[in-house]
């Protein structure tokens, strides 16, 4: 399966955006879709995470009650709205996919596929 992220952006600390991670050569199915972020000089860290069937979702403490990850079925794509952002948001996101369970969907090394990544800019 092929990933796309994409909508990342400039925004001022308090704002929104809304991620978008499509697949193509395959549906969502049977996956967990995770959302990471990399800041420079740090390593990648756990964002959010849906799993396809059945919605359950898990949060980092740090985004938690700010950002949501949906799922649009007819759509084949997944979404990671963020709000009230902060500037130490400010990171290359990435979604994933991969058979992770909820003792591993924080780890990126549950995940076999991976988007390109898209950059989120908070300024203060």
């Known amino acids: 399966v092929q990933l796309q992220a994409f909508g990342g952006g400039l925004v001022q600390a308090g704002g929104s955006l809304r991620l978008s991670c499509a697949a193509s050569g395959r549906t969502f199915s049977g996956y967990t879709v995770g959302w990471f972020r990399q800041a420079p000089g740090k390593e990648r860290e756990f964002v959010a995470s849906i799993r396809w069937s059945g919605g359950a979702t898990s949060y980092a403490d740090s985004v938690k009650g700010r950002f949501t990850t949906s799922r649009d079925y007819a759509k084949n794509t997944v979404y990671l709205q963020m709000n009230s952002l902060k500037p130490e948001d400010t990171a290359v996101y990435y979604c994933?996919?991969?058979?992770?369970?909820?003792?591993?969907?924080?780890?990126?090394?549950?995940?076999?596929?991976w988007g390109q990544g898209t950059l989120v800019t908070v300024s203060s």
């Open positions: 994933a996919a991969g058979n992770a369970i909820a003792s591993t969907r924080s780890s990126p090394k549950a995940y076999n596929y």
